[in-house]
């Protein structure tokens, strides 16, 4: 197996190799055709010796996407897959397929890198069908060798027919960027019984390097001559800077300050020098005083807040009307806090300015995007700015990784040296993009034969991307509203993904202006399955609440009601693997579906009164997301979204007083650590090869808190409607019970 | 700045450093050794753990200093893909890290805790992992390799 210094080298090599002295006469006329989506030599190329890379516009953030992608063109190009090689997150190879978004890798993602691959076999077979005076259709392929069916003899090798060379032809692009883009081709696509690699485990290329400390993350970037940077977040949101004392510094040997604005940082040519600067540094800050409202109220506080903007997704019958016919009325509110990425590692990034181009490397999982925001914070012209992915300390979202880039970008060219960036803890914990916190209303009308004849469900809460999806604008980056470029705030929400068939029923959004405008700790964006899991906490408990007044098994209920078959399908998967009987046994049990994919989850937990703990000591999933890859890297993405989801459900909650988040660090922002873990995590995969696969890597995080708090009911017969189900909630909720 | 001398994964190595700068700046920009990553610089997560004379420390926390003289090991040190330690070794076949960031501190510091209690139960591997932290959720995995090697060590 190569290492993936190695498989770069070889795969990269392409380009280069084009200008080496003795290569065929015909690649050196042919220069390689620009990067754009309408170009196959844009997606994948046969290297001399056979091997295949493919230039994928998404990236894996080790849920083993690439291996994904391996598999699918791999089959459907005929040829093995040790010899498929995945080019990620370079803007310099690869179109803007939106990077690492939404679920979307294998479904918007791979699906595009399927089509180049079975044009590029349509491509070679017809050209050994020249070669070889033998009609395609008397034709197969075998590893990447083409074959006449009668007469084996005639052969040639995709590397003989293209090897090293461009193929120079054109596939139909919808003209669309980001998660969008599609092309089309003629060739026919494989039908799911023609699969050879699609479906089996196959291991991932990265875990090797990752244990032996063999290769690089971005953090290990260095480039010749850079500095350290620490950029320098101001104590409050919102704060001034009124003047800078250079001298608090002196003392530091080559150490300096840069200023723009509100923007403040340190360089160094040593990093711990600059570590050093930015702790000593005296700045005085203008600070806003109590701008945020007291922690203790701050639902109250969404609940009064004006709504910015609401929107009504499903609307079904006559909601009002159904309910003055109610013979019973259930109501809820349930409550979730703010939360934060606080990746494994605060964000890096290094950027090298030039006077009229720019590299940055950066750990953002969307690169594309991070060259886009480059490129206007520093004016210069996009093609101007190349932006590489290099692995980093994971990344759920918009973390602060595309704040380092920006931020690297902006120092380089400030100081006209390479600049790397790396964060302290609290930046990437008190100042990253924050999940919004959020309160849900929740209503339901049963008649007297126990039908649900009325269903309302109404989240309120901050907008999910007052600062967006990526950083493609400085307006989305605390470099750019520290010099005063004012946020976007573009105001969203989302409401739940199921399909009960409730006649008259209302789900609706809500948003909230934020706290504070510009510079703020408590900046919302996206984490996660953005708000799923602070959704569905409501919508999936307030299922179980009105199944109990229905006095109705909350898994009967939900087959009552659920009319999608795969919905249903889920439900019953995981009730007979979690062998789902009486209740009483510290059970609970959570449905959703997201973008096509249904998950079910049932969790078993243990609650030990004295001390508050809440212990997920089983968990079980049943997960449909269409055809199945690879099963093994499918397993443990969806152990990890059920992990981070009893971390997100039992332990994280942003805290903060009047003037700033008091969260800034592991111990003051604590998340689920090895004693906590599950005994076991149980999942059946539904396997669909007939339906188009859908996404993995966010939809079980958004059963989980519901699973989690439906269990604690089970277990405990009392209702936890506010996250985090920490051991002080729920000491507080069994006092006197 | 005085100068440091110790040893890194079996090689001498010396530093010219403040005596309170953290070990992990020495590894990582004196000494070139990518592996150890800083994560919190307060000893919370564990992203930065070697052993020192074969206990795991937090090397963003340990100034340089109080490693003159001793013999460090990182992650490189406790094995290669030739000669693998059996974690590593057992991290592969379950393909345990995700984004990988947090591997340090969970094989250097299970490393040293086998060689004291290799037959370890699950509670106490639970215990003795306490304070490290992983984001991806590969905890579950996690403990499926350590007892993968604890059986291969036995």
């Known amino acids: 197996m190569l290492s993936r210094r190695e498989f770069f080298k070889t795969s990269g090599a392409l380009v280069v190799s084009f200008a080496t002295p003795g290569f065929v006469a015909e690649a050196l006329s042919q220069a390689k055709p620009g990067l754009l989506p309408t170009e196959l030599d844009s997606w994948i190329a046969v290297l001399p010796d056979g091997k295949v890379s493919v230039f994928f516009g998404k990236m894996d953030m080790g849920q083993g996407l690439d291996i994904a992608v391996a598999q699918i063109v791999a089959d459907e190009l005929d040829v093995a897959f040790e010899k498929v090689g995945v080019v990620m997150g370079d803007t310099a190879t690869s179109c803007n397929q939106g990077g690492a978004s939404g679920s979307t890798g294998v479904s918007n993602g791979a699906r595009l890198l399927r089509r180049a691959a079975a044009e590029a076999r349509r491509v070679l077979v017809e050209g050994a069908a020249q070669k070889l005076g033998v009609a395609a259709s008397d034709l197969h392929v075998v590893d990447g060798t083409v074959f006449a069916k009668n007469e084996t003899s005639k052969r040639v090798s995709y590397a003989d027919l293209i090897g090293g060379r461009h193929f120079h032809h054109k596939v139909e692009w919808n003209k669309a960027n980001g998660n969008a883009m599609d092309i089309k081709v003629p060739a026919k696509l494989k039908a799911p019984d023609e699969y050879k690699v699609v479906g089996k485990p196959l291991a991932r290329r990265d875990v090797a390097w990752k244990v032996f400390g063999t290769d690089d993350y971005v953090t290990d970037v260095r480039v010749k001559g850079m500095l350290h940077a620490r950029v320098i977040r101001p104590p409050r949101p919102a704060c001034k800077v009124r003047g800078v004392d250079e001298g608090s510094i002196s003392s530091i040997r080559g150490a300096r300050v840069v200023r723009e604005k509100d923007f403040v940082a340190v360089v160094a040519p040593r990093e711990w020098d600059a570590v050093r600067a930015a702790q000593m540094l005296k700045i005085d800050w203008h600070a806003l005083d109590g701008a945020f409202p007291e922690m203790a109220k701050l639902y109250d506080h969404i609940r009064e807040a004006k709504v910015v903007k609401r929107e009504e997704p499903v609307k079904r019958g006559d909601v009002a009307t159904a309910f003055s016919k109610a013979s019973r009325l259930i109501e809820a509110q349930y409550e979730w806090p703010f939360q934060s990425h606080a990746s494994m590692g605060p964000a890096c990034a290094v950027a090298d300015v030039k006077p009229d181009a720019c590299t940055v490397w950066t750990g953002s999982q969307k690169p594309h995007f991070v060259r886009d925001g480059v490129a206007k914070l520093l004016g210069l012209p996009q093609d101007k700015v190349r932006a590489i992915w290099v692995t980093g300390p994971g990344s759920y979202g918009r973390n602060d990784a595309g704040d380092a880039a920006l931020d690297a970008a902006f120092l380089s060219k400030i100081t006209g040296k390479p600049i790397r960036v790396q964060g302290m803890r609290a930046d990437g914990t008190a100042w990253d993009p924050k999940a919004p916190a959020c309160v849900h209303r929740a209503r339901a009308a049963v008649d007297a034969s126990g039908k649900v004849i009325a269903y309302e469900f109404v989240s309120k809460g901050f907008s999910r991307q007052h600062i967006a999806t990526n950083e493609s604008d400085p307006a989305d980056s605390l470099v750019g509203q520290s010099i005063g470029v004012p946020p976007k705030g573009t105001q969203t929400f989302g409401t739940p993904a199921e399909s009960y068939g409730f006649e008259n029923k209302l789900l609706a959004w809500e948003t909230i202006p934020p706290l504070v405008e510009s510079c703020s700790p408590l900046r919302t964006g996206h984490l996660r399955d953005p708000v799923g899991p602070e959704i569905h906490f409501g919508s999936e408990q307030f299922i179980d609440e009105v199944a109990l007044a229905a006095g109705v098994d909350p898994v009967a209920f939900r087959l009552k009601y659920l009319t999608n078959p795969r919905h249903q399908a889920v439900v019953k998967a995981v009730a007979e693997k979690a062998q789902w009987g009486s209740l009483g046994k510290g059970k609970g049990l959570a449905f959703a579906e997201r973008n096509g994919t249904a998950v079910a989850v049932v969790a078993q937990v243990e609650v030990e009164r004295k001390s508050g703990r809440l212990w997920a000591r089983k968990i079980w999933v049943a997960h449909d997301c269409g055809l199945v890859i690879n099963p093994l890297q499918l397993r443990s993405t969806i152990e990890g979204n059920v992990v981070h989801g009893l971390s997100r459900t039992l332990y994280e909650e942003v805290r903060f007083d009047r003037d700033s988040v008091t969260s800034v660090d592991w111990a003051s922002y604590p998340i689920l650590e090895m004693p906590d873990a599950p005994e076991s995590i149980e999942v059946v995969l539904i396997d669909r090869p007939e339906l188009a696969p859908t996404g993995a890597g966010e939809p079980t995080i958004r059963v989980i808190p519901a699973a989690v708090a439906n269990a604690f009911f089970d277990a405990t017969g009392v209702r936890l409607r506010t996250a985090p189900l920490n051991p002080e909630r729920v000491k507080a909720a069994l006092k006197g019970n | ?154």
């Open chain 2, 1 to 154: 700045m005085p100068t440091y001398r110790f040893r890194v994964d079996g090689k001498n190595v010396s530093v010219n450093a403040e005596e309170e700068m953290p070990l992990l700046y020495a590894l990582r920009n004196d000494l070139g050794l990518n592996n150890p990553h800083f994560g919190c610089g307060l000893a919370q997560c564990g992203a930065c753990t070697v052993h020192l004379e074969g206990e795991p420390v937090r090397s963003c926390v340990m100034p340089v200093s109080a490693a003159a003289g001793k013999a460090v090991t990182t992650i490189k040190g406790l094995g290669t893909p030739d000669k693998p330690h059996p974690l590593q070794a057992a991290y592969v076949s379950e393909q345990v890290p995700q984004c990988g960031y947090c591997v340090n501190g969970w094989i250097m510091t299970a490393a040293a805790y086998l060689k004291k209690n290799p037959k370890a139960s699950d509670g106490e591997l639970r215990d003795a992992l306490s304070g490290l932290k992983c984001r991806c959720g590969t905890h579950v995995s996690i403990l499926r390799a350590i007892k993968r090697a604890q059986q291969q060590m036995a």
